[in-house]
């Protein structure tokens, strides 16, 4: 935000407000949100922010506001596999999918035991180990509930280092996933990698 603070500077000087590093002032005056946007807002017009540092910042407010629900990834799209699934099973999946973690259930959606992750699999079938069933893969599982908000998943993802939780309503019962991807996305924007195809223009 360093560049995009050079014109919003004068702006508060103008406004009488004050935004100081760390912990800051005791007291106000303090600079609100609505503000803030409008600042970009106005950065952006008079050249000095660029679109895609304005699209930022809003977006950084808009996270605040968000919870799983908004970004998880609904039940009928999740791939996952039978926990009695052989290795050679989870190895065709990831690669048709692209995913590299995929959940893994006992009799259905509702009681996920756990993640197999793609290089688990790929380690497995270098011992040789086709037939093997994925219980002897399994890593841990987290679940969340649909209303946590983004940030303190985030948060809890960074802390616990976990890459995907499985997310659930009231009930416990399954209603999607979250990554970390979906939640950077909601920050920055559609995250493409090698296994993404874009859509053609129309």
């Known amino acids: 935000l360093g560049r995009a603070l050079a014109i919003p500077t004068r702006a508060l000087i103008g406004l009488g407000n004050v935004l100081l590093p760390g912990k800051g002032l ?3 005056p303090f ?3 609505q503000e803030i946007r409008s600042l970009a807002d106005v950065g952006h017009k008079e050249g000095g922010i660029e679109t895609h540092e304005k699209e930022m910042i809003h977006s950084v407010f808009e996270f605040g506001d968000l919870i799983v629900r908004n970004v998880m990834v609904p039940r009928p799209d999740v791939v996952a596999l039978d926990l009695g ?3 050679d099973a989870a190895a065709d999946l990831i690669v048709r999918s692209g995913f590299t973690r ?3 259930y006992r009799g259905d959606l509702d009681h996920t035991e756990g ?3 793609a290089k688990d699999v790929l380690d497995g079938l270098r011992q040789g180990r086709h037939e093997d069933v994925l219980a002897a893969l399994l890593r841990p599982v987290h679940f969340v509930p649909d209303f946590k908000p983004l940030v303190e998943l985030l948060h809890e993802m960074k802390e616990e280092r976990f890459h995907l939780a499985i997310v659930t309503d009231e009930y416990g019962s399954l209603i999607g996933l979250v990554t970390r991807e979906d939640l950077l996305e909601a920050l920055v924007g559609q995250i493409s990698d090698e296994h993404d195809c874009e859509a053609p223009e129309i």
Request: charged residues 5%.
């Open 85 to 87: 699934s052989p290795i």
């Open 115 to 117: 993640i197999v992750h």
């Open 31 to 33: 600079i609100v949100e």
């Open 26 to 28: 005791p007291q106000g």
């Open 102 to 104: 995929i959940p893994v």
